[in-house]
C-alpha cells in the first residue's frame, strides 16, 4: 500500500492562488496513478484532476480547466495540484489519491489522504 499526505491547504482570497502537495510513501510511487479530488461542502466527492503514473497524460474536471495543473515528481514522490484564478466554488477538503487501475476510473483509487483544507473567501 502507499500512504498519502497532503499539504498547501488554507485560505485564500478570490482570484488568488494555492500550490497542494502530496507526499507519497510505502511503495513505489510511479507504479500509481494518481489525483486530486475534492469534497465541497454539502456535495458530493468529485473529481478534480488526474495524472497517468509516468506524467505524459492529464485530465481535468471541466470546472477547473485553464485554472489548475496537476503535476507529479516519481523521483521525489510527490503530487502536486497548483491552482490558480481561485473561486469561492472551489473551497472544498481536497484529497489526493493513488489508482492501482486508469487514472480516469475514480472506483479504482484505493487510496486516500487525509485532505487538507481549501477555502476560498469572495
Known amino acids: 500500500q502507499v500512504q498519502l499526505v497532503e499539504s498547501g491547504g488554507g485560505l485564500v482570497q478570490a482570484g488568488g492562488s494555492l500550490r497542494l502537495s502530496c507526499a507519497a510513501s510505502?511503495?513505489?510511487?510511479?507504479?500509481?496513478?494518481m489525483a486530486w479530488f475534492r469534497h465541497p461542502p454539502g456535495k458530493e466527492r468529485e473529481f478534480v484532476a488526474g495524472?497517468?503514473?509516468?506524467?505524459?497524460?492529464?485530465a481535468y474536471a471541466d470546472s477547473v480547466k485553464g485554472r489548475f495543473t496537476i503535476s507529479r515528481d516519481n523521483a521525489k514522490n510527490f503530487l502536486y495540484l497548483e491552482m490558480n484564478s481561485l473561486r469561492p466554488e472551489d473551497t472544498a477538503v481536497y484529497y489526493c489519491?493513488?489508482?492501482?487501475?486508469?487514472?480516469?476510473?475514480?472506483?479504482?483509487?484505493?487510496?486516500w489522504g487525509q485532505g487538507t483544507q481549501v477555502t476560498v473567501s469572495s
Open positions: 489519491a493513488a489508482s492501482t487501475g486508469s487514472v480516469y476510473n475514480s472506483n479504482q483509487y484505493s487510496y
Open positions: 510505502g511503495r513505489t510511487f510511479s507504479s500509481y496513478a
Open positions: 495524472v497517468t503514473r509516468n506524467g505524459a497524460a492529464r
